[in-house]
């Protein structure tokens, strides 16, 4: 049921993955700490056998959006992925992540298929006009080309690792938007991806249970305050100035957290 109160909203964990096993036997007490802590959540869940969960998830949670993407490795799940979107459109915030992976994928042909998937689940969010959410490991630039030549309408690049030159083209030139993961506090890469791009399009992530301040402990998402912070840091910015920027930014491209 959806909560009886509406959650206070300071600042939104705009990529992280609730859905995942690592939640399942303390999902409530970590829901419950990012409610004290203000934090709203987008889940994207990427495996067949976890898009009902993310959906129910959302369903019962105020402060939970669903998205619906794919593991770009498993781009031979595209038609399943494609027919869940459509039948749960009304409930998705975004589309994805959905994406190019050339770490884990090497092989030319593969790469091909994963670029084949990322160009339709492009085109369904473009119909269905919501955002997309963009998983690019070693292959930023090679996605960034793809969104650009299908003029890809609100694009969030999220844990972006490609040069910082390429964040500040697209965010200044396309208006795409960046989310910084919490591992902001330990990265050189992030560091500088903060001061590439523009200021109003930095969006924050934890991509829980991944990408935590610490590499080897579970990261959750009232950790996005730790990025928040260090990003303020960054920036020269009080935090609470920082945090109203980003949240601004936040719900000009999720217009639906706040209407929820
Ligand atoms: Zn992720």
């Given at each position: ?178 989310s910084i ?37 579970r990261n ?13 840091s960054i ?26």
């Amino acid at each position: 049921m959806p909560n009886e109160k509406t959650p206070l909203l300071r600042v939104v964990d705009t990529h992280c993955h609730l859905e995942q096993a690592e939640f399942l036997h303390d999902l409530d007490a970590v829901v419950d700490r990012a409610l004290e802590g203000g934090v709203h959540m987008i889940t994207s869940a990427i495996t067949p056998d976890t898009w009902s969960r993310g959906l129910d998830i959302a369903y019962e949670l105020q402060n939970v959006h669903a998205a619906i993407g794919l593991d770009p490795v498993l781009f031979s799940d595209l038609e399943s992925v494609l027919d869940c979107i459509h039948k749960n459109a009304s409930q998705l915030i975004a589309i994805g992540e959905v994406g190019l992976d050339h770490y884990r994928t090497r092989d030319h042909s593969e790469r091909e298929c994963q670029r084949s998937a990322f160009e339709a689940a492009i085109e369904k969010a473009d119909d269905l006009r919501l955002p997309v959410q963009v998983h690019s490991r070693s292959a930023g630039k090679k996605a960034i080309e793809v969104l650009s030549s299908m003029n890809a309408h609100s694009v969030h690049m999220h844990a972006f690792d490609g040069k910082a030159s390429l964040a500040r083209i697209a965010s200044r030139e396309k208006g795409y938007y960046f989310s910084i993961p919490t591992s902001v506090v330990r990265s050189a890469q992030k560091r500088k991806l903060v001061k590439a791009v523009d200021i109003e399009r930095i969006l924050v992530e934890t991509d829980s249970p991944v990408l935590g301040p610490d590499r080897e402990t579970r990261n959750e998402p009232m950790n996005v305050w730790m990025a928040l912070r260090e990003i303020a840091s960054i920036l020269k910015r009080e935090e609470e100035e920082m945090r109203e920027i980003l949240l601004e930014n936040t719900l000009r491209l999720y217009p639906g957290i706040r209407t929820k």
